[in-house]
């Protein structure tokens, strides 16, 4: 994959660059795929279950409010992200486990961790478009992250 910055160069009107300072907590540094997203607050459930699903190396982008209040994904989540072959997850909101999930190969951003659990009750939506850093995330787009940022097609 060229560098985000190369591909701002090369395309930038065609872009949107988040302008969030997200972290990377997964062994994937580099990482790209189709926008698959969540909306929830607090609540993992839909997470989990999107998870679970085949990723077919998607990337999906959890908007959690950017509540730090409670973690939308461990390293239990992240594993079966893994096995069931997604590119990473973009998470406004916070991760628990942090130590295991630098160890998976998994692109994994988020704002913070907290090791508090969130809850199981499946509140929230699934692929509606999510918008957070000056970015609107629309399922069915393309989506790069590397280092220096995350950029995402504008149609
Ligand atoms: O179960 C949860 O809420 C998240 C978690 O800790 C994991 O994925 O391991």
Request: glycine share 12%; net charge negative; charged share 20%.
């Amino acid at each position: 994959m060229a560098s985000t910055a190369d591909l701002y160069d090369e395309h930038g009107e065609d872009l949107q660059s988040c302008s969030l300072q997200l972290r990377h907590h997964g062994a994937h540094l580099v990482f790209e795929g189709v926008v698959s997203t969540v909306r929830c607050h607090r609540d993992n459930a839909l997470v989990k279950a999107a998870l679970a699903e085949p990723g077919h190396g998607k990337v999906l982008v959890v908007d959690g409010g950017g509540s730090l209040e409670s973690a939308l994904m461990g390293d239990l989540i992240a594993a079966s992200a893994v096995r069931n072959g997604w590119a990473g997850v973009v998470i406004h909101g916070a991760v628990r486990d942090v130590a295991a999930l630098r160890e998976l190969p998994l692109g994994v951003l988020a704002l913070g961790s907290n090791p508090r659990k969130s809850a199981k009750d499946g509140i929230g939506e699934r692929d509606v478009t999510v918008s957070f850093g000056g970015v609107d995330f629309v399922p069915g787009r393309q989506l790069w992250a590397d280092e220096d940022g995350i950029l995402v097609t504008c149609s």
